[in-house]
């Protein structure tokens, strides 16, 4: 997720070589010569690369790979490099308006499938389905890549063309989508009338600008309405900014409350706490999935942790960590983790996710939605 606070320690050390505008990416290490040598050293096996390979060197594709290599080291698969077209992506992602097909996608071992399909999208009107799987993308496999590398692909100007092939169990499918503007919808609510009760039903997609005032809004309509109890629906959400996470948590709890402790090497040890608002004091449950991550995960276990909500659905993905993004010469950045985060009862979910207080599964092909119908059953009967 994103951090807005300024990073006082320098992480990156930028040195152009030979005239190539190679971007160096190197870990600081305080300055020390150990630092400097591997510098030396990087500058030196270009120059002999370039002075004697028997065939031309294209030293920015070399210098991507070396920062790539860099960060694999690290053993962190959210500390990632993004080109400058990644870098936008990423951003459009964040302010929840962007350029493509209308999907989202996550990695499902190692397998990049379709976990959402926006509503009046170039995708929806092709019949892409969650659970497609993404094969190719303009004609280069997606094995072996990563999200954010195959997603940039997909994005593009309005109006040009992507062509996907998907794999929907043993089919393949080959499409030819013209991209469009895409306004992705924060969050979706309506009223559920079950059991003799008024629930308010409110999914939230992603905790991208704004995400805190519109669920906020939500609540309040539904409560004009006559809602009883709340479910906020997590499923599919891979998180966001963190100060949004703080104000979602904010709707269902009384202002000082703590939602999660930051503790990083370079940034001081940060408590984040329920900021003032008119929280809301229905009883509430959260649905939640393999695939509610980041964000997500801090809200739910704040809330968890406060026994102010119920969980339900399966364990959450297990990502407990802080991160920011810092930029890079021609319009690159680094998304780099600073902190890892535990709940307010010290709980450190990463790698681990979070365990619901009421398992149910969602077995593949089954079109009645079982965890929001549990989570109906107990509103009703309170188990």
């Given at each position: 997720?994103?951090?807005?606070r300024l990073?006082?320690?320098?992480?990156i050390?930028?040195?152009?070589?030979?005239?190539?505008?190679?971007a160096t990416l190197?870990?600081?290490t305080?300055?020390?010569a150990g630092a400097?040598?591997?510098e030396r050293?990087?500058?030196?096996?270009?120059?002999?690369?370039?002075?004697?390979?028997?065939?031309?060197?294209?030293?920015?594709r070399v210098g991507q790979?070396?920062?790539?290599?860099?960060?694999?080291?690290?053993?962190?698969p959210?500390?990632?490099?993004?080109?400058?077209?990644q870098?936008?992506?990423?951003?459009?992602?964040?302010s929840?308006?962007y350029?493509?097909?209308?999907?989202?996608?996550?990695?499902?071992?190692?397998?990049?499938?379709?976990?959402?399909?926006?509503?009046?999208?170039?995708?929806a009107?092709?019949?892409?389905r969650p659970?497609?799987?993404?094969?190719?993308?303009?004609g280069v496999?997606?094995?072996?890549?990563?999200?954010n590398a195959?997603?940039?692909?997909?994005l593009?100007?309005?109006?040009?063309?992507?062509?996907?092939?998907?794999?929907?169990?043993?089919?393949?499918i080959?499409?030819?989508?013209?991209r469009g503007?895409?306004?992705r919808?924060?969050?979706?609510?309506?009223?559920?009338?079950?059991?003799?009760?008024?629930v308010?039903?409110?999914?939230l997609a992603?905790?991208?600008?704004?995400?805190?005032?519109?669920v906020?809004?939500?609540?309040?309509?539904l409560q004009g309405?006559?809602a009883q109890?709340?479910?906020?629906d997590?499923?599919?959400?891979g998180?966001?900014?963190?100060?949004?996470a703080?104000?979602?948590?904010?709707?269902f709890?009384?202002?000082?409350?703590?939602?999660?402790?930051?503790?990083?090497?370079?940034?001081?040890?940060?408590?984040?706490?329920?900021?003032?608002?008119h929280?809301?004091?229905?009883?509430?449950?959260?649905?939640?999935?393999g695939?509610?991550?980041?964000?997500s995960?801090?809200?739910?276990g704040?809330?968890?942790?406060?026994?102010r909500?119920t969980?339900?659905?399966?364990?959450?993905?297990?990502?407990?960590?802080?991160?920011?993004?810092?930029?890079?010469?021609?319009?690159?950045?680094?998304?780099?983790?600073?902190?890892?985060?535990?709940?307010?009862?010290g709980?450190?979910?990463?790698h681990?996710?979070?365990?619901?207080?009421i398992v149910?599964?969602q077995?593949?092909g089954?079109?009645v939605?079982?965890?929001?119908?549990?989570?109906?059953?107990?509103i009703?009967?309170?188990?």
């Open positions: 997720m994103r951090s807005r990073l006082t320690v320098l992480l050390v930028l040195a152009f070589v030979a005239g190539f505008g190679l190197l870990a600081n305080g300055g020390t400097r040598g591997q050293l990087y500058s030196q096996v270009l120059r002999d690369l370039q002075s004697d390979y028997y065939r031309p060197v294209d030293v920015t790979a070396g920062v790539n290599g860099l960060l694999a080291s690290l053993d962190d959210y500390t990632v490099y993004f080109t400058h077209q870098a936008t992506a990423f951003d459009q992602e964040l929840g308006t350029t493509g097909i209308g999907t989202e996608v996550d990695s499902n071992h190692g397998r990049l499938t379709i976990v959402k399909v926006f509503a009046g999208s170039p995708a009107r092709a019949r892409i659970g497609d799987v993404i094969v190719a993308v303009d496999p997606t094995a072996g890549r990563s999200v195959v997603v940039s692909q997909i593009g100007s309005a109006g040009t063309k992507v062509a996907v092939r998907l794999r929907r169990g043993t089919a393949f080959d499409l030819t989508l013209t503007t895409i306004t919808p924060l969050t979706v609510s309506r009223l559920i009338a079950d059991h003799g009760k008024k308010g039903y409110v999914a992603a905790f991208a600008q704004g995400a805190g005032q519109q906020g809004r939500d609540i309040a309509a309405r006559g109890a709340l479910i906020l997590l499923r599919d959400n998180g966001g900014l963190v100060e949004e703080v104000k979602v948590a904010s709707d709890l009384p202002p000082g409350r703590v939602v999660a402790t930051e503790r990083g090497l370079h940034v001081p040890t940060t408590v984040l706490k329920t900021v003032a608002a929280a809301t004091t229905l009883p509430l449950v959260v649905l939640v999935n695939n509610t991550a980041s964000a995960e801090i809200v739910t704040a809330l968890q942790d406060d026994h909500a969980v339900i659905g399966t364990r959450t993905f297990g990502k407990g960590v802080v991160q920011t993004v810092l930029p890079l010469p021609g319009g690159a950045s680094l998304k780099i983790t600073i902190a890892a985060y535990l709940t307010p009862r709980r450190n979910i990463n681990k996710g979070l365990q619901p207080n149910v599964a077995p593949t089954t079109t939605d079982l965890a929001l119908k549990r989570a109906l059953r107990f009703a009967t309170g188990h």
